[in-house]
């Protein structure tokens, strides 16, 4: 069980945003990535429990690690999404106030809490790029769900917490009715949240995503050495903890006109890392934007660096297609 434990603090982890801070928690217990749904209220929940949600043939519990905390709860928005968190027993859902995106916790970098804390759950800290993450054990955190006296009710009107407005209470209602729907949906232990979800980018003023599964990292700094020789898309490559990793100039790959004033050697930029069946790229990006899901494609692009398109939030979003860009022969740094 501990060689297990062990093992599993090397796989990706997902953080976010709850209030101030940083969280994150291995994606191995992750189910699923959703928006914030309307909550059932008994009149009876155990203190720190905010509502049921109908998941699957399931009603799970849904929770704010704030009230564990004893951290002020601010008024919920439709904009809230909702992890869907599995152990080896329950499943059960956790309010989140912004999705960051992923990051590889190495055993390595992670700084173990040298003092014996009420709130266990929070079982270490770890430095990413000069911020602070709170990492979450989520079998600590079962363990406190289930200590809980069915008397221990919530003194808390948490109905209050959530958005009393007709508009966001349709929005909520139909989420909670689209889970429903998704009754047959499968449970896969690593994958699944990630399913039709994908990074929004800009390249000059124009919007691109990439599949969030060909994501393995995203880093906001990176160090970029040039090496010459190389074609015009490879801007060189960056060194990312022991890794040499060649650097993509998306534009001159896409031949999208370059509108910015940067060419600087050195220079350190955002990137997005992704992994395929080829290799492992740094993608320069303008602009990092957000995680977000869409399910329906308005054209299929199939056979170029393109996949799909669709229309998101009034924008023309293109998709890129990671595997067709990761085995063209242009970003073969060893070519001569």
Do not use: W
Request: net charge negative; glycine share 2%.
């Amino acid at each position: 069980m501990e060689n297990n434990y062990i093992e599993q603090k090397k796989n990706t982890h997902l953080y976010f945003q709850i209030g101030e801070s940083k969280y994150a928690i291995n994606t191995d217990n992750i189910l699923e990535i959703i928006k914030l749904p309307a909550l059932d209220y008994p009149q009876k929940l155990p203190h720190n429990i905010l509502g049921l949600l109908k998941y699957n043939s399931f009603v799970i519990n849904v929770i704010d690690i704030r009230f564990f905390l004893n951290i002020n709860v601010p008024k919920y928005t439709v904009n809230n999404e909702l992890l869907i968190l599995k152990t080896d027993e329950v499943i059960f859902g956790m309010i989140v106030d912004k999705i960051c995106g992923l990051l590889p916790i190495e055993s390595a970098k992670i700084d173990q809490i040298p003092f014996i804390d009420t709130h266990m759950f929070i079982e270490s800290l770890y430095k990413y790029n000069d911020e602070t993450i709170y990492n979450i054990d989520v079998y600590s955190l079962e363990s406190m769900l289930k200590s809980h006296d069915a008397k221990d009710e919530a003194t808390t009107d948490v109905t209050e917490l959530f958005p009393q407005d007709e508009k966001s209470k349709a929005i909520m209602v139909k989420r909670a009715s689209d889970m429903i729907e998704k009754k047959s949906m499968l449970y896969l232990a690593s994958g699944n949240y990630i399913k039709n979800k994908y990074l929004s980018i800009n390249l000059n003023e124009n919007y691109y995503c990439i599949p969030l599964d060909s994501i393995k990292e995203i880093v906001k700094d990176i160090s970029v050495t040039k090496i010459p020789g190389t074609t015009s898309c490879i801007d060189g490559i960056t060194n990312l903890r022991g890794d040499d990793i060649a650097v993509i100039n998306l534009k001159e790959m896409l031949s999208i006109p370059d509108n910015t004033n940067s060419n600087t050697t050195n220079e350190t930029k955002p990137a997005i890392i992704v992994e395929t069946q080829e290799l492992i790229l740094a993608l320069l990006a303008d602009k990092i934007n957000e995680i977000f899901e869409y399910d329906e494609i308005t054209q299929d692009l199939s056979g170029n660096y393109y996949s799909s398109e669709f229309l998101y939030n009034e924008s023309l979003y293109s998709v890129l297609n990671i595997e067709k860009i990761a085995s063209d022969k242009k970003i073969n740094i060893f070519d001569t």
